[in-house]
């Protein structure tokens, strides 16, 4: 009778915990699909403190964070003017609607947009990190998610992360209605793989926070926002967006990125994430190699099946660790980089340009005299690295490490 009793208790906890992860998913699903993403954080958050050690619902609080951070750039960049038609950059890449009212943008106002975006990157990171139970799973329907994009109240069935996705960081093939869920089974190795983006994209932030860029805001931010006064306005022809109008702009472009130091502590934080930023991609591959389920898995293992066109065996993860090894040897300084026009056995030690930086000058990097101060002697990263990593990812390296980071 009591190993009965003990047996039915048992079965009864078993049912009941699956059935809480189950409804974890479904509320979390609701709040993605609608875009309530402050709703949706916030009553997760509430989840969590009723019962802290609900993985499921804690995973779903540094999610939440994530899409947020997202969607305050987003809504950043259409409040200045984000022109839909601006370059492929860094930071302003979100697909945000014209907006045929924007605010001024000034040099002060673009460097706030950036630190929220720093700033919100570490609470998701922080909400992320809390996220300890090895065997989490939240499976969320990742191609019906909405966000707010321009910050009229509203997510509309065009504000969709997956629009913003394929915007930022993957040339994925737009949804049909069969494959419109898109849904993914996040586990413990998606958790570093977000923390680990959180840092790179911090560490970017933080580089170009480090200098004083107001002339080169001044002249090219109207390439990018219809919300900036710029003395490029006077040089605007009923031909604008002609072929010979860009290269021009992309001329000047590269002309001033000459950027003097202002916050050199900024450098070193940059250099810091990272270095992070690697150590959290090994633990993306240390629990993803252990799986041995296949759940509709975003970083999948050689013996699972992978969500996208792209192939993951033994060799390409081996590669990814030996190019993680190099990086982190690059980035402490006990590796160089090499230079074009240096073939005396030196390289740059990339470590003491962000611990030891100076003024940034493009050209002046290309050209190499602004590499002399960091030439060392020591071992050079060789170029048989770059050719084995080409080999072993079929020349689509960069598509990877996107993918992979």
């Given at each position: 009778?009591f190993?009965?009793?003990?047996?039915?208790?048992?079965?009864?906890v078993?049912?009941?915990?699956?059935a809480?992860?189950?409804?974890t998913?479904?509320?979390?699903?609701?709040f993605?699909i609608?875009?309530k993403?402050?709703?949706?954080?916030?009553a997760?958050?509430a989840?969590v403190?009723e019962?802290p050690?609900?993985?499921?619902?804690?995973?779903?609080?540094?999610?939440?964070?994530?899409?947020?951070?997202?969607?305050?750039?987003s809504?950043?960049?259409?409040?200045?003017g984000?022109?839909?038609d601006?370059?492929?950059?860094?930071?302003?890449?979100?697909?945000?609607?014209k907006?045929?009212?924007?605010?001024?943008?000034?040099?002060?106002?673009?460097?706030?947009?950036?630190?929220?975006?720093?700033?919100?990157?570490?609470?998701?990171?922080?909400?992320?990190?809390?996220?300890?139970?090895?065997?989490v799973?939240l499976?969320?329907?990742v191609?019906m998610?909405?966000?707010?994009?321009?910050?009229?109240?509203?997510?509309?069935?065009?504000?969709?992360?997956?629009?913003?996705?394929t915007?930022?960081?993957?040339r994925?093939?737009?949804?049909?209605?069969?494959?419109k869920?898109?849904?993914?089974g996040?586990?413990?190795?998606?958790?570093?793989w977000?923390?680990?983006?959180?840092?790179?994209?911090?560490a970017?932030?933080?580089?170009?926070?480090?200098?004083?860029?107001?002339?080169?805001?001044?002249n090219?931010?109207?390439?990018?926002?219809?919300?900036?006064?710029?003395?490029?306005?006077?040089?605007?022809?009923?031909?604008?967006?002609?072929?010979?109008?860009?290269?021009a702009?992309?001329?000047?472009?590269?002309?001033?990125?000459?950027?003097?130091?202002?916050?050199?502590d900024?450098?070193?934080v940059?250099?810091?994430?990272?270095?992070?930023?690697?150590?959290?991609?090994?633990?993306v591959?240390?629990?993803?190699?252990?799986?041995?389920?296949?759940?509709?898995?975003?970083?999948?293992?050689?013996k699972?099946?992978?969500?996208?066109p792209?192939?993951?065996n033994?060799e390409?993860?081996?590669?990814?660790a030996?190019?993680?090894?190099?990086a982190?040897e690059?980035l402490?300084?006990?590796?160089?980089?090499?230079?074009w026009?240096?073939?005396?056995g030196?390289?740059?030690?990339?470590?003491?340009?962000?611990?030891?930086p100076?003024?940034?000058?493009?050209?002046?990097?290309?050209?190499?005299?602004?590499?002399?101060?960091?030439?060392?002697?020591?071992?050079v990263?060789?170029?048989?690295?770059?050719?084995?990593?080409?080999?072993t990812?079929q020349?689509?390296f960069?598509?990877?490490?996107?993918?992979?980071?």
């Amino acid at each position: 009778m009591f190993m009965r009793i003990s047996l039915t208790l048992a079965v009864l906890v078993a049912i009941t915990a699956q059935a809480f992860a189950e409804t974890t998913a479904a509320d979390v699903e609701g709040f993605l699909i609608e875009g309530k993403l402050a709703e949706g954080k916030a009553a997760m958050q509430a989840r969590v403190e009723e019962k802290p050690k609900d993985a499921e619902a804690q995973y779903a609080v540094g999610i939440f964070s994530v899409l947020i951070a997202a969607e305050n750039l987003s809504q950043n960049l259409y409040r200045y003017g984000l022109r839909p038609d601006a370059p492929r950059a860094p930071f302003v890449r979100m697909p945000v609607p014209k907006n045929p009212d924007p605010e001024e943008l000034t040099y002060e106002k673009w460097r706030a947009v950036l630190q929220q975006f720093i700033d919100d990157l570490a609470v998701a990171e922080a909400e992320l990190a809390k996220v300890d139970d090895p065997e989490v799973k939240l499976k969320l329907p990742v191609g019906m998610v909405r966000m707010d994009l321009n910050g009229d109240g509203k997510a509309e069935d065009g504000e969709t992360f997956w629009k913003v996705f394929t915007s930022v960081a993957w040339r994925a093939a737009k949804l049909d209605e069969d494959q419109k869920r898109f849904e993914i089974g996040f586990d413990k190795a998606d958790v570093h793989w977000m923390i680990g983006y959180t840092h790179l994209l911090r560490a970017m932030a933080e580089a170009y926070l480090a200098y004083d860029t107001s002339e080169f805001f001044t002249n090219t931010a109207s390439i990018f926002f219809s919300g900036v006064e710029s003395p490029l306005a006077q040089l605007r022809t009923a031909r604008q967006n002609d072929f010979m109008d860009q290269i021009a702009d992309a001329v000047l472009t590269i002309h001033l990125m000459k950027f003097e130091l202002v916050e050199p502590d900024r450098m070193e934080v940059s250099r810091q994430h990272l270095l992070t930023m690697i150590s959290q991609s090994r633990l993306v591959w240390e629990y993803c190699t252990q799986e041995t389920d296949d759940d509709r898995e975003w970083i999948p293992n050689a013996k699972q099946t992978s969500l996208t066109p792209l192939t993951v065996n033994e060799e390409r993860i081996a590669g990814w660790a030996q190019f993680l090894n190099e990086a982190e040897e690059v980035l402490e300084g006990k590796k160089l980089i090499p230079h074009w026009r240096v073939n005396d056995g030196r390289g740059i030690n990339l470590r003491s340009v962000f611990t030891e930086p100076t003024q940034f000058d493009l050209i002046g990097w290309a050209h190499g005299v602004s590499a002399l101060p960091y030439l060392e002697e020591g071992e050079v990263v060789s170029q048989e690295t770059g050719r084995t990593l080409s080999r072993t990812f079929q020349g689509r390296f960069l598509v990877f490490a996107v993918w992979f980071q």
